[in-house]
């Protein structure tokens, strides 16, 4: 029933096209964005034919003899546009399992798109792996949501820094530098955590100009210092916080809470969900209680996000 290929560089054209129709996906899966870190994975992208018509496609790559679908994302999945059916999907997954087992590959690491970033409701490939692929759940990540159109009350402690900010005539420009707010970024995770941002700044500068309405950087200042920034990915309904960061005195003064009050209530009102990402550890399953706490704070509240796998038969 489907004609099954790995992508090629030649079809990147057709891949994009997919992409900016299919109900469940974001900018991520633009070859632009994917491929930006192509030495970092090898790509096992495939793509299913039918009729001669392309009718979905996976994002993925491949380490040894296990497909992921792709770890160099948040979230992957089949990727699917409104004529997908669920008997398709079913078929799909008998027939993509079959194609996977002549090609040697063992076992499928699978992390679906979650439903918050759907457009419409996109869920057929959970039931297919479920039932036909004996698929189970590997790890559940918790991130933390606001559904915007609910207009949650700010916890108190969020409202007095918002008025602090005001008071100290913090200001917020959106769309502002990514170089200013790379240094503050680096320089509170080396300090908290020994760690650097998954993107360089040049990576995220890369992004930005392939991205430039996707990807944007709002920072906070006070007297023209850089005290805190978050950079925004912008999705079809989701406004989601890639990074964020604020150095001592965006602490004391409210970098944060003026940002958020400016994106919640003034640039992206007609958004569904601001989605602020995970604040776990260890695959998930430790959440760090402060940070999650800080989140649920604005109103945000848990969408998970799961990886499965099941062994090719």
Not at 81 to 89: K, L, M
Not at 211 to 225: D, G, H, K, M, V
């Amino acid at each position: 029933m489907f004609e099954i290929r790995r992508y090629r560089p030649n079809l990147e054209k057709e891949w994009n096209a997919y992409v900016a129709k299919a109900r469940n996906a974001t900018f991520l899966f633009n070859r632009s964005y994917m491929d930006y870190h192509s030495d970092r994975f090898e790509d096992y992208s495939i793509m299913f034919y039918k009729n001669g018509h392309l009718h979905s496609i996976l994002p993925a790559h491949i380490k040894e003899s296990v497909l992921y679908s792709h770890f160099g994302l948040t979230y992957g999945g089949l990727l699917m546009d409104i004529n997908v059916t669920a008997a398709d999907t079913v078929q799909l997954f008998k027939e993509l399992n079959v194609y996977l087992k002549n090609a040697g590959i063992t076992k499928v690491v699978y992390r679906p798109v979650p439903y918050i970033y759907h457009q419409i409701p996109a869920e057929e490939d959970l039931y297919a792996i479920f039932w036909h692929c004996n698929a189970r759940l590997l790890y559940r990540n918790i991130g933390t949501t606001i559904f915007m159109r609910q207009n949650l009350r700010w916890r108190k402690d969020h409202r007095r820094r918002l008025k602090n900010a005001q008071s100290q005539g913090i200001r917020v420009e959106r769309d502002s530098s990514i170089e200013d707010f790379w240094k503050v970024l680096e320089d509170n995770l080396m300090k908290k955590f020994c760690a650097r941002p998954v993107h360089t700044k040049e990576e995220m500068l890369l992004l930005k100009s392939r991205f430039p309405n996707e990807i944007i950087q709002y920072n906070a200042y006070l007297n023209e210092q850089i005290i805190g920034g978050i950079t925004f990915y912008i999705m079809p309904n989701v406004i989601h916080g890639q990074y964020s960061s604020t150095n001592d005195l965006g602490k004391q003064y409210g970098a944060m809470e003026a940002i958020y009050e400016q994106v919640m209530y003034h640039d992206y009102t007609d958004y569904t969900y601001l989605d602020f990402g995970s604040s776990t550890e260890e695959n998930g399953s430790i959440i760090n209680e402060g940070l999650i706490a800080h989140k649920e704070g604005y109103g945000g509240r848990a969408v998970c996000y799961d990886t499965y796998e099941w062994l090719i038969p």
